[in-house]
């Protein structure tokens, strides 16, 4: 009888031990997912810094959009004080 305990115990061990090692893989995947996530994210920005410098369509459009946010950022507090107070 104690010999059929320790063959289940030993049996338990090696099913925890394989349990374990699937979740750590899983857990490795994981952050290997999420690194390679951000160096492709940082990639593209590297790429987008690149090609928003210089002369073309694309530079312009990039230009045209700063200057948007600036305007944007400018002009709307403005326009909320008076509409919201100034009425």
Same mark, same amino acid.
């Given at each position: 009888?104690?010999?059929?305990?320790?063959?289940?115990?030993?049996?338990?061990?090696?099913?925890q031990?394989?349990?374990?090692?699937?979740?750590?893989?899983?857990?490795?995947?994981?952050?290997?997912?999420?690194?390679?996530?951000?160096?492709?994210?940082?990639?593209?920005?590297?790429?987008?810094?690149?090609?928003?410098?210089?002369?073309? &369509?694309?530079?312009?459009?990039?230009?045209?959009?700063?200057?948007?946010?600036?305007?944007?950022?400018? &002009?709307v507090?403005?326009?909320?004080?008076?509409?919201?107070?100034?009425?």
């Amino acid at each position: 009888m104690d010999g059929a305990i320790n063959m289940s115990r030993h049996e338990e061990e090696q099913r925890q031990a394989a349990v374990t090692e699937a979740a750590m893989a899983s857990i490795r995947r994981k952050d290997m997912a999420q690194m390679a996530g951000g160096y492709a994210l940082m990639a593209g920005m590297s790429g987008f810094g690149d090609a928003s410098n210089g002369r073309g &369509l694309f530079p312009a459009i990039v230009h045209g959009a700063k200057l948007f946010c600036i305007a944007f950022a400018f &002009l709307v507090p403005n326009y909320l004080v008076w509409s919201l107070l100034l009425n």
